[in-house]
């Protein structure tokens, strides 16, 4: 399993079994993150997908804070664009600094999303960039993607070729904005894929999936788990929870950020600890 450089220097294949990366949509969101993961004493992601780029109208000044936070951190912590669909962006990502980008050509047929993909991964890897990327769709991302779609071993390995990407989101089970986690892996097919695939596997949609799978998934061959919508479950909870009728609203976002760390801290404790009978 080949592990870029950013991710090998904090034991990720080694000591380290999977990272994960969360979704930050405020800074407080990205305070809560690293508050967790310095909790747990674990390297993470801070991911900024592009919808949150377009919810601050740029990628730099939500980067900045991300970067700010970063480098005060007592843990390593790096900067991740998610589902990015813009080809500038991925490249404005790099020249700002951030460690890894997936780009997301999912949508596109295949021929398409291979030369795309393939365009994104050079370029990218000019700017130092770790490039993800998607086959197989997953579903539940605007209805853009069809749940029950499996990612085949064989066209993954061939895709990655192909591309020359560094990581591959692949869909096997999971379903993005999932407000339960009953969500179930296949994950036998995980571990073929794992077998016929020669970079580090991710997991989107890991939110639905509940404790014990997250580590099966792990312990069959998932190297970076995503999270975003169990954030913000636990976020907006809290802020309702304390908001009330108060005007200031900074006792309301602090419980949401202690919130947001206490579920960080939790879940970098899951995938930090897989169980490999349950394979």
Known sequence: MLIPPALAAVGLGASLPSIAAFNVISLEYAEGIVDGAER????????????AV?????????????????????????????????????????????????????????????????????????????????????????????????????????????????????????????????????????????????????????SGVGDTGIRAAVAAGIRKVNVGTQLSIAYTGALRAELGDRVDPRRALTAAREAVATEVAHLLDVISNPSPDLR
């Open 40 to 51: 747990a004493g674990r390297p993470v992601l801070l991911s900024i997908s592009h919808n």
């Open 54 to 206: 377009r919810f601050h109208g740029a990628l730099s000044p939500i980067a900045a804070a991300c970067r700010a936070l970063a480098d005060a951190a007592s843990v390593p912590v790096m900067l991740h664009l998610d589902h990015c669909e813009s080809e500038e962006l991925v490249l404005e990502a790099g020249d700002l600094g951030f460690a890894s980008a997936m780009y997301d050509a999912s949508t596109l047929a295949y021929d398409d999303n291979v030369a795309a993909t393939a365009r994104v991964a050079t370029r990218g890897h000019e700017r130092g960039l770790w490039i993800e990327a998607e086959l197989g769709e997953i579903g539940g991302k605007d209805g853009a993607h069809a749940p029950g779609v499996r990612t085949d071993p064989a066209e993954a390995a061939a895709f990655v070729a192909a591309t020359g990407v560094d990581a591959l989101a692949v869909a096997v089970g999971s379903s993005h904005a999932m407000t339960t986690r009953d969500a179930e892996l296949d994950i036998e097919l995980i571990a073929r894929l794992s077998d016929a695939v020669p970079v580090p596997l991710v997991l989107h949609g890991s």
